[in-house]
């Protein structure tokens, strides 16, 4: 194992944009920013995301990233038109497409032989629509969490890599465009890359960091991609209750670089009420435990800086085996749960569950005739019953098991 590397951690940005006068930049600035209601929820193509790009561009400038984009630029375009079927793949549609993403990128050049890809998508829901969990007409959906905190931490990980970070490596910073409509920037990018993606030895991404928990649960997807992962992301946590999985398919834009033989990892907070809804808002964040997360990602960076490229191993893709449904329950998992059964982490009014009385921090434990072991668990069962169907569910509420009647 490589000697590991401590470096200054230094979160205070000193930018000079277009101004002479120098302007700090924090977590909370460039999350305040992002998630303004000015930017009508950037969504993808739309004038709010030109905005936000705009603003990422500039502060990569003063951050003295050099351009690696398209045509010596910070930006790389792609354009496709809109798919009419959920179900339908986007196809990239080379500047003749009616809606255009903005990946927005710049770099670190140490010189080095191997890079670093560093990513977090900027895009978010815009008013609603596809994707929203909102149901009262359309509203600005800000997206603090999702994912203006992945970009806020993104950028302060670009100051202090430039800055004071090791030299074994070259950086390469992308704030993703296209992400809630299917991870096409990233694609787009992995397709159609603006450095060899032979010399990339590995990609971290950022995608809701800003909900961290008093408990420090922190979830950390593509563990199985490289067998040095599990040993470095526990050498280096400074103190996070860790959910590692290994899939390095998810839907984040990590999994397009997993899908070219990259080694990946996707940093997670967790789900909460507030998603893909318009109370995403910068105000709800936990800006210390972002600060956290921004000093491990640079402490497993650095961990690594000695090594060569890292191997690649290819892990069972999890989604493949997500069967089909015909109901819901009508509550939203609590994925960094890690005990036995599957834990609610909210319930969505006038739905089964809801109806039945059941509670966030329920865990179910049986449904039907079935105990439910894990996520997945709860997941095959889910899907063997039909509309009208009526079963019994026993959770587990604070230590007491209780059993209710549902109906789908």
Aim: aromatic share 8%; glycine share 10%.
């Amino acid at each position: 194992m490589v000697k590991k590397l401590v470096f200054l951690l230094i979160l205070g940005t000193s930018v000079s944009c277009k101004q002479e006068k120098a302007t700090t930049y924090d977590l909370r600035d460039d999350v305040f920013y992002l998630a303004s209601d000015s930017l009508q929820g950037r969504e993808t193509g739309t004038p709010g995301e030109l905005v936000a790009a705009e603003y990422i561009k500039e502060r990569m400038e003063g951050l003295h990233l050099k351009p690696a984009g398209d045509s010596a630029s910070y930006y790389q375009t792609f354009s496709f038109s809109p798919r009419k079927d959920p179900h339908q793949q986007v196809s990239f549609d080379k500047g003749n497409g009616t809606v255009t993403g903005t990946n927005v990128i710049g770099f670190v050049d140490n010189e080095a032989e191997n890079t670093v890809i560093i990513g977090a998508h900027y895009d978010h829901l815009g008013l609603g629509g596809e994707g929203s969990l909102y149901r009262e007409g359309a509203a600005i959906h800000n997206g603090a969490d999702d994912n203006a905190s992945g970009v806020a931490v993104l950028l302060q990980l670009a100051d202090s890599l430039q800055r004071h970070g090791p030299k074994n490596k070259n950086y390469l910073f992308m704030a993703f465009s296209g992400e809630e409509m299917g991870l096409l920037g990233s694609n787009y990018f992995a397709k159609n890359p603006t450095l060899s993606l032979e010399s990339v030895s590995y990609m971290i991404n950022m995608d809701m960091v800003g909900r961290l928990r008093e408990d420090k649960t922190l979830s950390v997807s593509g563990t199985g991609t490289s067998p040095i992962w599990a040993q470095v992301l526990n050498a280096t946590n400074p103190g996070f209750e860790l959910v590692l999985k290994e899939s390095g398919v998810g839907p984040s834009d990590h999994t397009s670089f997993y899908l070219a033989d990259i080694p990946v990892l996707h940093f997670f907070t967790g789900q909460h009420k507030d998603y893909h809804k318009p109370t995403d808002d910068a105000d709800k964040l936990n800006y210390d435990g972002m600060q956290m997360i921004t000093g491990y990602i640079l402490e497993v960076i650095g961990e690594l800086d000695d090594d060569p490229k890292l191997v690649f191993k290819k892990t069972k893709n999890e989604s493949e085996e997500v069967p089909r449904f015909k109901v819901a329950l009508g509550v939203v998992p609590d994925y960094l749960f890690d005990g036995k059964g599957m834990r609610i982490d909210g319930v969505s009014e006038d739905k089964p569950a809801w109806k039945a009385g059941l509670q966030k921090g329920d865990i179910v434990v049986q449904l039907g005739d079935s105990t439910v072991v894990d996520m997945m668990g709860y997941m095959r069962v889910l899907s063997t019953f039909e509309e009208g169907n009526t079963t019994k569910v026993t959770v587990d509420r604070n230590g007491e098991k209780i059993t209710v009647d549902l109906t789908f």
